[in-house]
């Protein structure tokens, strides 16, 4: 058990829904980060907030939103949704989001879009 | 941060050591060389990371050749739970993120 939750664990939906899915950071860890994984592009970075701000930015669409709120949790918002957008998306967090820290991550939501 | 090159599939038999090669012939004199597995649907979990000199930990141990462009992951008995993607990342330790960039990584499968 890395210590970070994700839920919920699998989500079921239409084209066009908007969905939202959340994150629990280990305790004591400021910083989250957000991966998409699909069969054809592997692991993906999509954004990393650190205390309630973004600190880098990855190939995140415009049609996916993120952020932290004051409890660290996270919220990663995606709307107009697409069959391309079925993946399985990891939260990860660190302690202070710099390069030499370990990241943990979570078990992941399965999102289907039907 | 550098680009790896990894194989993208190895096998291995079960209570053998298990050898994986990288890559980062462009790594910079500020940059680590972190390993994670992903055993199939998990999350990534971290392994092991070095600088240049060999590392050991309860999971593995990190072989960094002398000129840095090189590094080999050893599981000394590999057992089936060991089967999964490993991914080899070089990040700069001084970046003020976090993130890591996975390529394809090495998918190894431990056979009985």
């Known amino acids: 058990d890395s210590g970070v939750t994700q839920t919920p664990k699998h989500l079921i939906t239409a084209t066009g829904q908007r969905v939202t899915l959340r994150c629990s950071p280990r305790s004591g860890d400021l910083s989250v980060y957000w991966y998409q994984q699909s069969l054809d592009q592997g692991l993906q970075f999509l954004i990393q907030y650190y205390n309630g701000e973004e600190r880098a930015k990855g190939n995140i669409l415009e049609r996916f939103s993120a952020q932290q709120f004051p409890d660290l949790h996270s919220e990663l918002n995606l709307s107009s949704l697409e069959l391309g957008d079925s993946a399985l998306y990891f939260c990860a967090s660190s302690v202070g989001g710099q390069g030499n820290e370990k990241l943990f991550f979570g078990s992941g939501t399965q999102l289907s879009v039907l | 941060d550098a680009k790896t090159t990894q194989p993208p599939s190895m096998d291995c038999a079960e209570g053998r050591a298990a050898n994986l090669p990288c890559n980062h012939s462009t790594i910079s004199g500020n940059e680590y060389v972190y390993w994670y597995r992903q055993i199939h649907s998990q999350g990534p979990q971290y392994i092991i990371h070095?600088?240049?000199n060999n590392e050991t930990n309860e999971m593995a141990s990190l072989i960094i050749t002398e000129d840095r462009k090189s590094s080999t992951l050893i599981l000394p008995h590999a057992t089936l739970r060991d089967t999964a993607v490993y991914y080899c990342?070089?990040?700069?330790?001084?970046?003020?993120?976090?993130?890591?960039?996975f390529g394809q990584g090495t998918t190894l499968q431990v056979k009985p």
């Open positions: 990342i070089v990040r700069g330790i001084s970046s003020n993120t976090g993130k890591l960039i």
């Open positions: 070095g600088l240049k």
